[in-house]
């Protein structure tokens, strides 16, 4: 049974708690970094899968792009061509700038191309890709809206983790520009992105599909974090989070024995 459309201050209240079951500032890789837990070489180790996530950046925004054309989706269209071309405009696209870590660690960008990514790292990928590319616009910015909240901003996990990287760590701030770059923007990519949810998720079925698509986004950026942190252990572990999973499943009725 399909539930009631709920008020759009509810509606993305509700949205948060999803992204707060595994909240971005609490994970392993984040939180390791933060409380210098990992050494130089693990967060090399760590932000060479991060760069192979981030290289399909072009590819999921593209077909939320597309998606909204062939939706005639035109309200969201500003929104998805603002973000798109933050992410690829300018003279260095955003992955460019993810390099300069690497380029501190003496990694070539063929190296890192050539770099086995870890199942958490695959898994985000297929995840997020796949869920952008099969689902409507306003599915796939919903896929991504909540992660860009958490790293954005002044107090935002991405302006925690530049800190720490140039402060404790002595990356340069050249090498860190991948976080500050976070900082600036992702703000204001997780704004607009969840004003549009407020105003064209209203209905009871897009609601529940945006549902559906923040619980993909949560859960694939959670096993990206993941991923990172195999790199550096080499163990294949995942973080289970803050709260318990919440799973919707029928009653199971098995006759006596």
Not at 223 to 247: C, I, N
Request: net charge negative.
């Amino acid at each position: 049974m399909q539930r009631a459309a709920l008020p759009p201050e509810d509606f993305i209240r509700e949205l948060w708690a999803y992204a707060n079951e595994v909240p971005m500032l609490e994970h392993p890789w984040f939180k390791g970094i933060i409380d210098h837990i990992w050494t130089r070489e693990q967060i090399v180790l760590g932000e060479i899968q991060h760069y192979l996530r981030v290289r399909t950046n072009p590819i999921f925004f593209g077909y939320i792009a597309v998606n909204a054309v062939n939706e005639k989706a035109y309200g969201l269209m500003e929104t998805v061509v603002d973000n798109f071309m933050e992410e690829l405009g300018g003279e260095k696209t955003h992955v460019d700038i993810m390099l300069q870590l690497l380029e501190e660690a003496a990694i070539s960008r063929e190296e890192a191309d050539n770099a086995e990514p870890t199942p958490g790292t695959m898994a985000a990928i297929e995840m997020i890709v796949g869920g952008c590319q099969r689902r409507s616009a306003i599915e796939g910015i919903s896929v991504v809206t909540f992660a860009e909240a958490q790293h954005g901003g002044p107090n935002g996990v991405a302006a925690k983790v530049f800190v720490e990287l140039t402060k404790y760590y002595g990356f340069s701030k050249y090498a860190a520009g991948t976080y500050e770059l976070h900082a600036e923007q992702d703000q204001g990519h997780g704004d607009r992105q969840i004003e549009a949810i407020e105003k064209y998720a209203t209905d009871p079925e897009t609601q529940d599909k945006v549902r559906r698509a923040v619980r993909l986004g949560v859960n694939a950026f959670n096993f990206e974090w993941d991923g990172h942190v195999q790199a550096m252990t080499a163990k294949r572990e995942y973080w289970s989070g803050k709260a318990p999973l919440r799973l919707r499943t029928p009653e199971v009725r098995l006759p006596a024995r």
